[in-house]
């Protein structure tokens, strides 16, 4: 494909920071990123059949997850782009918003651009997502909102806050679950910070993994909290960017951003792991005060 950017598995050994997912629109190799796959494999376990602490609206009864729904970990594609998706959000409206990351909807994303200078797709860009009958549309990126609001190149900020909002056309609503692919679950935003050695759940659909479902666990978290430093069982790469990443007690974690292998450099291949309550928190003041995560309480590690 085209748009199967930058497989330079040679560059690993340098021990480089990069994105997990392809940029969209930009088929030049610069790097060793490349777009998702669209591998749909799932192991569902039986679920609960209860509205697990769902938002308050949109109202809707959530009954038992199937294969065939829009649910965390579902593929989105842009541009040229293919990313796995994370969590289900609602702004309190009449609205479903499923997540991703905001590198998936950058041409920038595979040339070491900073996101508070990088290009972006310009909100409101038709979206594919998984499952769905109708087109999404992207609603919110976390690397447009921090260029927006005057953020500085090569902070904290700007380097962590990779987060992105799909909007779900209403007329797919009745195919929304929130419930995560494998694991289930979440079962609520996860607030704070996660200590160091907690286990750690994903779900990714790239065509270069071995594993779709990871477990592993949290290695490190930077001074100012925006992303941690995990170690998977299958490590993430280029695909699974956006992947949903579920705290051992169920509750939603983060957004799998980076992929920083090293191979005699350091004892794992390790990913990065955006803070989500961090990422929600600025979405919130940038786009819609009322964004909240919409949970299901079953969980499944």
Same mark, same amino acid.
């Given at each position: 494909?085209?748009?199967?950017?930058?497989?330079?598995?040679?560059?690993?050994?340098?021990?480089?920071?990069?994105?997990?997912?392809?940029?969209?629109?930009?088929?030049?190799?610069?790097?060793?990123?490349?777009?998702?796959?669209?591998?749909?494999?799932?192991?569902?376990?039986?679920?609960?059949?209860?509205?697990?602490?769902?938002?308050?609206?949109?109202?809707?009864?959530?009954?038992?997850?199937?294969?065939?729904?829009?649910?965390?970990?579902?593929?989105?594609?842009?541009?040229?782009?293919?990313?796995?998706?994370?969590?289900?959000?609602?702004?309190?409206?009449?609205?479903?918003?499923?997540? /991703? /990351?905001?590198?998936?909807?950058?041409?920038?994303?595979?040339?070491?651009?900073?996101?508070?200078?990088?290009?972006?797709?310009?909100?409101?860009?038709?979206?594919?997502?998984?499952?769905?009958?109708?087109?999404?549309?992207?609603?919110?990126?976390?690397?447009?909102?921090?260029?927006?609001?005057?953020?500085? /190149?090569?902070?904290?900020?700007?380097?962590?806050?990779?987060?992105?909002?799909?909007?779900?056309?209403?007329?797919?609503?009745?195919?929304?679950?929130?419930?995560?692919?494998?694991?289930?679950?979440?079962? /609520?935003?996860?607030?704070?910070?996660?200590?160091?050695?907690?286990?750690?759940?994903?779900?990714?659909?790239?065509?270069?993994?071995?594993?779709?479902?990871?477990?592993?666990?949290?290695?490190?978290?930077?001074?100012?909290?925006?992303?941690?430093?995990?170690?998977?069982?299958?490590?993430?790469?280029?695909?699974?960017?956006?992947?949903?990443?579920?705290?051992?007690?169920?509750?939603?974690?983060?957004?799998?951003?980076?992929?920083?292998?090293?191979?005699?450099?350091?004892?794992?291949?390790?990913?990065?792991?955006?803070?989500?309550?961090?990422?929600?928190?600025?979405?919130?003041?940038?786009?819609?005060?009322?964004?909240?995560?919409?949970?299901?309480?079953?969980?499944?590690?």
């Amino acid at each position: 494909s085209p748009h199967m950017k930058n497989i330079h598995l040679s560059v690993l050994l340098l021990s480089l920071l990069t994105a997990c997912g392809g940029g969209s629109g930009d088929t030049t190799n610069t790097s060793n990123n490349a777009p998702a796959g669209n591998d749909s494999v799932d192991n569902d376990v039986a679920g609960d059949s209860n509205n697990g602490g769902a938002a308050d609206t949109p109202a809707q009864n959530f009954g038992q997850p199937s294969n065939s729904q829009i649910r965390p970990g579902v593929i989105v594609t842009a541009m040229g782009s293919q990313c796995t998706s994370n969590f289900i959000f609602s702004d309190g409206s009449s609205n479903f918003y499923i997540g /991703a /990351a905001a590198h998936c909807f950058s041409p920038d994303s595979n040339s070491g651009a900073d996101p508070c200078v990088a290009r972006n797709e310009a909100l409101g860009i038709p979206v594919e997502i998984e499952n769905a009958a109708f087109m999404g549309s992207l609603a919110y990126s976390s690397w447009q909102s921090m260029q927006d609001d005057g953020e500085t /190149a090569g902070s904290g900020i700007c380097t962590g806050n990779d987060f992105a909002l799909v909007k779900i056309d209403a007329r797919d609503h009745a195919n929304v679950h929130p419930a995560a692919r494998v694991f289930q679950g979440p079962t /609520a935003l996860f607030t704070g910070d996660a200590n160091i050695g907690d286990d750690i759940f994903t779900y990714g659909q790239s065509p270069f993994s071995l594993q779709q479902a990871k477990t592993g666990s949290i290695q490190s978290q930077t001074p100012d909290g925006w992303i941690y430093s995990v170690s998977l069982s299958s490590p993430g790469v280029p695909g699974d960017s956006g992947s949903a990443v579920l705290h051992e007690s169920g509750k939603a974690l983060g957004v799998l951003s980076t992929l920083n292998a090293c191979i005699g450099l350091c004892p794992v291949a390790s990913n990065g792991v955006v803070n989500l309550e961090m990422a929600l928190t600025y979405a919130q003041s940038q786009f819609n005060p009322g964004l909240k995560l919409i949970s299901w309480d079953t969980f499944s590690p």
